[in-house]
Structure formats: C-alpha cells, structure tokens
C-alpha cells in the first residue's frame, strides 16, 4: 500500500529560525504533492501545493519538489511562534483521485 | 464565507452505542469526506462520497457507514460503537473530487467511546 512518510516526526526551532520539513511518497506515479498545516485543536487547512519540478515560494514559506526522488520539502524561514503546528504532507492515491497523508511533523518555534 | 460545519465537537457515549456525526458545507460542493486523526497515525480515510447517494469505502471503513441525502449534509453512523473508535474525526469537502484540489475540513468532533 502506498505510503507517505515525513521527517522528522518533531522540530523545535528559535523563533526567526528556519524550519526544514521532509516529505517522500512510495509510489513512482506520484507528481505532486500538498501541505497542510493544523494548529493544536483545529482542523488542517492547505497551506501549499506543487505541482511542478522545482521551487515555489510564497511569503515565508517555500516548496521543493523533486519528482524523480519522489521528494518534497517544506521550509519556513524566520520562524514564528504562531508557525507551531502540526504539518501534514499529502499525495495523490495511486490508481485513485484521493490523497494519502503522512503522519505529520510537529514544529515548535520557542520564543 | 465558505464553510463545513461539524456536529457535534465532543461527544461520549458507551460501548455498543450507536453514534451520528453530522456534517454540512455550504459551497456546493460534489465530494464530501469522512476522515479520523489519531496520534501518529496522520488522517485516514474511511469514506468518500461524490454525490447524494453515491458512496465509496476509503481506507479503514469497518465498523462505519455513511448516509448522503441531501449534497449538503453527509452523515457518519457508528452502529455499536467499539472502544477503538475513539478519535477525532474530521469532516471535509471538495469541488469535485480530484486529488488536486483543495480539501476544506470541518472543526472536528472529538468521539470517546467507553
């Protein structure tokens, strides 16, 4: 069965620190890849999506993927203490439109 | 604003109990999801539904069933509830159903059964 893994299953970074979180998918169809971010006691909320080799940055936050390794990263740059969370990485189901999320990294900036 | 509605946040009830968590969107959209959150387990699927009556199992759906009537409302049943479906269990929603498209989740219910 497919399987999304992330590393590492906890961070802790400084605040104005930069966070680097890792996500690899097992199936060799995978070709994108989402990010979720859930807040202690919330519900996941999309955070970012790529759907393309290579970089995609939105404010603090950039995406890598690597399609030929069936890799993804997540990194936060001057991290902030509202940036605690759970990350979920998801990726399409081979063989079906659903995704298949990881375990998740819980990040935790300290003040 | 675009929203899905869980019904309700906490809920307790027996082994054996039968259990209705509820779920509404208001953005017209098609496919609608039930997922559970355990600790290190990550979300998984239990069902999926595309339309009113249209019903598909996900991952882990024994010992649960789904009810769409209506596309706004979907409905998980647990009909005697077991001890290991204690969870918290997260509704959420989608246009149409792609893996490429945005899921919006629901608040969550937080179900212990004892």
């Known amino acids: 069965q497919q399987k999304v893994q992330q590393s590492p299953e906890s961070l802790i970074v400084p605040e104005g620190g930069m966070a680097s979180l890792n996500c690899t998918s097992s199936?060799?169809?995978?070709?994108y890849f989402w990010w979720y971010r859930q807040h202690s006691g919330k519900s996941p909320k999309m955070l970012m999506?790529?759907?393309?080799?290579g970089e995609k940055e939105e404010g603090r936050f950039t995406v890598h993927l690597n399609k030929a390794s069936l890799h993804t990263s997540l990194h936060i740059r001057d991290s902030q203490p509202s940036d605690s969370a759970l990350y979920l990485c998801?990726?399409?189901?081979?063989?079906?439109?659903?995704?298949?999320f990881g375990s998740g990294t819980q990040l935790t900036v300290m003040p | 604003d675009m929203k899905v509605t869980q019904m309700p946040r906490y809920l307790i009830k027996r082994m054996g109990e039968n259990v209705l968590l509820e779920c509404g969107q208001d953005?017209?959209?098609?496919?609608m999801y039930w997922y559970r959150q355990d600790p290190g387990l990550g979300l998984q699927l239990i069902y999926i539904?595309?339309?009113?009556?249209?019903?598909s199992e996900g991952d882990i759906p024994k010992g649960y069933r789904v009810s769409r009537k209506k596309r706004e409302h979907f409905s998980l049943i647990l009909d005697s509830a077991k001890t290991n479906q204690t969870s918290v269990y997260f509704c959420?929603?989608?246009?149409?159903?792609?893996?490429?498209?945005?899921?919006?989740f629901g608040s969550g219910t937080r179900l212990t059964v004892l």
């Open positions: 953005m017209s959209h098609e496919t």
């Open positions: 539904s595309y339309d009113v009556d249209s019903n």
């Open positions: 998801a990726a399409p189901s081979s063989g079906s439109w659903q995704l298949i």
């Open positions: 999506s790529i759907f393309s080799n």
């Open positions: 199936d060799r169809n995978v070709d």
């Open positions: 959420a929603s989608s246009l149409q159903g792609a893996s490429a498209e945005t899921l919006y």
